[in-house]
C-alpha cells in the first residue's frame, strides 16, 4: 500500500510508480470516482476522440490502401478503444 501526504492547500503528490501502474504521463488527466463508502476509484483519464482527430490519422504513414471494410473495422475498433 502507498501512503500519501496531504498538503496545508490540500494537494497531493502520486509518487512516479503509481504514476506509471496507472499509465499517466505529465501533464495528463486523472479521473475520481467518490464511492458511498468513504473509498475513491481513480483511473487514468481517456481523452475523447473526434472525427477531426480520426480523418488523416494514417496520411503518409504507409502505402498500403486500406478497403472500406477494413477501414469501418478500424473505425469501429478505435471508437470502441481496442486501439
Same mark, same amino acid.
Given at each position: =500500500?502507498?501512503? *500519501?501526504? /496531504?498538503?496545508?492547500?490540500?494537494?497531493?503528490?502520486? !509518487?512516479?510508480? /503509481?504514476? !506509471?501502474? *496507472?499509465?499517466?504521463?505529465? %501533464?495528463?488527466?486523472?479521473?475520481?470516482? =467518490?464511492?458511498?463508502?468513504? !473509498? /475513491? #476509484? *481513480? !483511473? #487514468? @483519464?481517456?481523452?475523447? %476522440?473526434? +472525427?477531426?482527430?480520426? +480523418? %488523416?490519422?494514417?496520411?503518409?504513414?504507409?502505402?498500403? /490502401?486500406?478497403?472500406?471494410?477494413? +477501414?469501418?473495422? #478500424? @473505425? @469501429?475498433?478505435?471508437? #470502441? %478503444?481496442?486501439?
Amino acid at each position: =500500500m502507498t501512503t *500519501l501526504t /496531504v498538503t496545508a492547500r490540500g494537494q497531493v503528490t502520486f !509518487r512516479k510508480d /503509481v504514476l !506509471r501502474h *496507472l499509465g499517466i504521463e505529465p %501533464g495528463e488527466k486523472i479521473e475520481l470516482d =467518490m464511492l458511498p463508502d468513504g !473509498r /475513491v #476509484a *481513480l !483511473r #487514468a @483519464a481517456k481523452p475523447l %476522440g473526434t +472525427i477531426d482527430g480520426f +480523418i %488523416g490519422l494514417l496520411a503518409g504513414k504507409t502505402k498500403k /490502401v486500406a478497403t472500406i471494410e477494413e +477501414i469501418e473495422e #478500424a @473505425a @469501429a475498433a478505435g471508437w #470502441a %478503444g481496442e486501439a
